[in-house]
């Protein structure tokens, strides 16, 4: 990572330290629970874009997560990083994925010429972990963004989510929708190191 001006190796305790973080992070933007739609911390995560119905702020949670643990990687969708742009916020994470090699199973089909990859069985995510479910593939038109704080032992996932509408903590025993794609953090976080695209995290105001 980058501290200041000076590079710091990102080791596997490193990493351990950023999941831990990921999750304190997800627990900041639901703060502890459930947030509503002008609840502060709810615009500080989308940028004050969610003015009512026909906005979908569930991957807004994950790039900003992505964001916040340093990742300055193109693909992050944020107005404080390159600008926002409308409509891709599913579409970067299923890329991300791809490329990365988060996921290992076939190709199902393509959005705007790019393969996309489907998770087969389960993902056994870890904390910081992205999951992308929908069962209308390749389309997406349902297309929900997952951010995993941790597994539940009799199984499913502990979850942090937006577009609920406004955003909050859940246990999914399981999603009702499949899942499509999976972005693990530490490959996130490694790829983005690799290509000399991670800083130290970029801590929200009043985060502790």
């Not at 994950?62 to 409308?86: I, T």
């Not at 929900?144 to 999914?172: D, F, K, M, N």
Request: hydrophobic share 35%; charged share 25%.
């Amino acid at each position: 990572m980058v501290a200041g001006s000076k590079p710091v190796e990102l080791t596997p305790g490193e990493l351990d330290s950023l999941r831990v973080l990921a999750v304190d992070l997800l627990d900041w933007a639901c703060d502890g629970g459930d947030v509503d739609e002008k609840h502060l911390r709810y615009t500080l995560v989308t940028e004050g874009r969610d003015k009512g119905p026909g906005y979908s702020s569930c991957a807004d949670l994950a790039h900003w997560l992505f964001y916040r643990l340093g990742v300055r990687s193109a693909w992050v969708n944020r107005a404080e990083h390159k600008g926002w742009r409308v409509g891709v916020n599913i579409a970067r994470l299923v890329t991300a994925a791809v490329k990365y090699g988060g996921l290992a199973d076939y190709p199902t089909g393509s959005i705007d010429g790019r393969w996309v990859v489907r998770c087969g069985g389960d993902a056994h995510a870890d904390p910081g972990d992205v999951l992308v479910v929908a069962n209308k593939w390749p389309s997406g038109s349902d297309s929900h963004a997952v951010c995993i704080r941790a597994q539940r032992p009799e199984g499913g996932y502990l979850t942090a989510e937006y577009g609920l509408p406004g955003g909050g903590l859940r246990e999914r025993p399981r999603f009702g929708r499949r899942i499509r794609v999976w972005l693990p953090l530490d490959r996130i976080l490694t790829e983005a190191f690799n290509r000399g695209e991670l800083v130290s995290p970029d801590l929200p105001e009043g985060f502790q």
